[in-house]
């Protein structure tokens, strides 16, 4: 048996939320071959939401960076940010005019009128307008595992420098940046699960797309980039795939014979 670990975006679905139908072939078949499959994404348990997911049976959930596991449906792990680490870094974000998305578990903390500046901002608004309260006047609400932040244009090396102690830094171009609590990865998260199910890491698999993945891509037995991967993540790759809508996912199974 082999644990397999997917990224969501540019990895499972593309960036208009499609799976391609070689993917959800490949999934059913893992399944049928008794390995077991995992989200291992970036995003928290609040983002990853719908049917077109739950619909393929994964075995559980890493989320936030590997701040959130679940194992077919209880949770085995949570870690949030520090009450008072999360204070200093929100007040450190707005003195450097960055715009952020607090996500938790269960809600979103974001300011509209500052990150309706960011197209994405405004997709998160508008999609996810539901889980979506105010960073201020909301301080008792306040439940955090991550940030992502907007860095363009900013002095994001500084804030980096000045948080170094209390978080991990996951920068995308010079566009966003993923502020996870220190010493939490995807590649920690899956540790977790082999030591839960007694499973030698040799015997794990890791397929993703961005600089998010890189950690859990070193880590894993066996780690795969998609062809529509970044050149950072390919050169982190044991193997480099087919593009998504290229049967990427099916054929990297198909060439390790997981099915």
Not at 15 to 39: C, D, G
Request: glycine share 8%.
């Amino acid at each position: 048996m082999a644990l397999i670990f997917f990224d969501i975006d540019g990895t499972l679905w593309d960036r208009e939320n499609v799976i391609p139908e070689s993917t959800k072939t490949a999934l059913r078949m893992l399944k049928e071959n008794r390995h077991q499959i995992f989200l291992c994404s970036g995003r928290t348990k609040v983002f990853i939401q719908g049917e077109k997911l739950f619909s393929m049976d994964f075995d559980g959930i890493l989320s936030g960076c590997g701040t959130c596991i679940e194992y077919h449906g209880e949770e085995i792990l949570y870690k949030k940010v520090d009450d008072a680490v999360l204070a200093r870094s929100v007040q450190m974000f707005y003195d450097y005019d960055m715009p952020m998305v607090m996500e938790g578990r269960d809600l979103l903390f974001m300011d509209a009128d500052i990150i309706s500046r960011d197209e994405y901002g405004r997709y998160l608004l508008d999609v996810m307008n539901e889980y979506v309260r105010p960073i201020r006047g909301n301080q008792a609400e306040w439940e955090v595992s991550k940030f992502s932040v907007l860095i363009g244009g900013t002095r994001y090396r500084e804030v980096i420098e000045a948080l170094q102690d209390d978080y991990e830094f996951l920068v995308h171009g010079d566009i966003v940046m993923e502020v996870v609590p220190k010493g939490y990865s995807k590649a920690t998260a899956i540790a977790a699960v082999c030591g839960l199910l007694g499973v030698d890491r040799a015997d794990t698999y890791a397929f993703g797309d961005s600089a998010n993945d890189l950690e859990m891509l070193d880590y894993a037995g066996t780690g795969v980039v998609m062809g529509n991967g970044t050149d950072l993540a390919k050169s982190h790759a044991d193997y480099v795939t087919d593009d998504i809508h290229a049967d990427g996912i099916f054929n990297a199974c198909r060439h390790f014979s997981l099915i």
